[in-house]
Structures are given as C-alpha cells and as structure tokens.
C-alpha cells in the first residue's frame, strides 16, 4: 500500500486549502481512510476519517464545521478540504490506512498501518 499526500502550502488565516491523498496497491473496500496532524512540539492527532465503504465521516472537536473528508472511489483518493482556517491549523499532515476488521479506533494513530509522507501546511495570521 502507498499512500501519497499532496496539497499543502502557505494560506492566510480564513482561508481554505484541500489536501489530497492518493492511494495505491490494493482495493481500500472495509478500509478506513484518516487525516492526522503534527504541530511543531506536538504529538500527532487526529483530524477526521471516512470509511471507504460507505463514506462515514468523523471529525476531531477542533475541526468539525471548517473541515470536510470525502473519497473519490475511481481514482483512489482522499480529500480534505479545509476551510475557515486558523494558525493553530498548522501543522504537518499525514494521511492513513487502517485495515479492516480492526478499524473502529480509527481515531488513533496506532491503529492505522500504513502513512503517506505528509504535507506542510501552514497558516499566515
């Protein structure tokens, strides 16, 4: 499995940014697909995830309302289109594959097996 993310940049505080991920290497049917991030001196932490099946979604506290994820089947990406955003976005982000049956943590890094390289995204005040 190869998970390569791409999209991110310098944005101003508000401003919007979609992140993609792209992946290869088998079909991702049962997997779920999770957004994680790492701010300079943090530990990483989950931002959301959407199961590939079916296309549930879930959202950390922080971003719910200003973060959306979707997944385009036909080209085995994953998006994350983030809006209204905030300094306190910054960070890098990865993306993630948690296998299937053992998915239903997918809030946690430790369940997902395989990591893109990440994307620097930063937030101008």
């Known amino acids: 499995v190869q998970l390569q993310a791409s999209g991110g940049g310098l944005v101003q505080s508000e401003g919007s940014l979609r992140l993609s991920c792209a992946a290869s290497?088998?079909?991702?049917?049962?997997?779920?697909m999770g957004w994680f991030r790492q701010a300079p001196g943090k530990e990483r932490e989950f931002v959301g995830a959407?199961?590939?099946?079916?296309?549930?979604?879930y959202y950390a506290d922080s971003v719910k309302g200003r973060f959306t994820i979707s997944r385009d089947i036909a080209k085995a990406t994953v998006y994350l289109q983030m809006n209204r955003l905030r300094p306190d976005d910054t960070a890098v982000y990865y993306c993630?594959?948690?296998?299937?049956?053992?998915?239903?943590?997918?809030?946690?890094?430790?369940?997902?097996?395989?990591w893109g390289q990440g994307t620097l995204v930063t937030v101008s005040s």
């Open positions: 959407i199961r590939w099946t079916g296309g549930r979604t």
């Open positions: 290497g088998r079909t991702f049917s049962g997997y779920v």
């Open positions: 993630g594959a948690d296998e299937p049956p053992t998915n239903i943590y997918y809030f946690n890094q430790g369940s997902y097996e395989y």
